[in-house]
């Protein structure tokens, strides 16, 4: 079988939690009537020292939602340039909720400077955007964020009354990165949104976590958005059997992108960056591309080639695959020489 390194949202649901999927008791959600959608969110909502937890089809759905029950039209979120929210979800904010982003340069730790956040924040003014919301990302590009920033970014956002996200489509991989429990790590946020179907395996589904108020709101974003699903439980089975079956695993595949980055960072002419999560990044001479990604797909290795490459690892790569791909990638560069 192809080793797929493109994403970690490649994953099949394994047997067993096509099991769970199969077993899952069902009811109409948009009624609130799905036994197992009202576990899966509860069990977040503790899991993660919230008031109450909402499925939803996707994560950009369940952060545009957020962004919907924190912000009106006309109001602004502050957001790193690099952050998913508002880089990668087609700049929803704008286009569905009239909320303006107001992107701020993300550092290469993955922080922004406060200084510069603090002073993107508008006077109450009709000139003006009304800031509204501090929006963070963790991991962001696979990097942890500094505990002691994101504390100083939450109270820096208190002072002046914002409302704090966080999109923590992989907070697991913080939580086992660093062995801290995901409340800890979200206390201080007003909403956070998780992805269920990264790292953690299902097929489909983000938890959004927040106050009932928030919550509330929410929903009523979810409906406008077209995320009421009817008998989803079957999908929110895969989550709960992801919450409780694979969290603690995250930690081999930190153990795998910590192998891959280090095979790579053999190979003359590939400059890998520090692997912190399950994300390895590679520069790749921009002559070389496309010749290596056909060399790749030849030897089963599936990979989205470019100058800066992203590969990921994830429940369905092991070890042996790992070894296979950095294997590849040496065969390639080593012919060059030869
Ligand atoms: C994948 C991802 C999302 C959105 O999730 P989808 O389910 O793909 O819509 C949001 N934020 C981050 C950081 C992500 O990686």
Redesign the pocket.
Known sequence: MDVNLRSD?VTRPSDAMRTAMAAAEVGDDVSGEDPSVNALQARAASLFGYEAGLFF???????LAAIMGHCQRGDEYLVGQD???YR??GGGAAVLASVQPQPLANRPDGTMDLAEVEAAIKPDDPHYARTRLLAL?N??GGKVLDPAWVADALAMAKRHGLATHL?G??IFNVAVKLGQPVDVLCRGFDSV?V?L??GLGAP???VLLGTRDLIGRAQRARKILGGGMRQAGIVAAAGLYALEHNVGRLAEDHANAALLGGLLSEIPGLAVEPVRTNMVFVRIPAERCDALAAHLKASGVDASIRPRTRLCTHLDVDRAGIEKAGAAFRAFFSARAG
């Open positions: 949202t089809p996707s994560g950009t759905q369940s952060n952050a998913h929210t990668n979800e990302e991991t962001i999109d489509a992989r949104s992805c179907s990264k489909v589904g983000s």
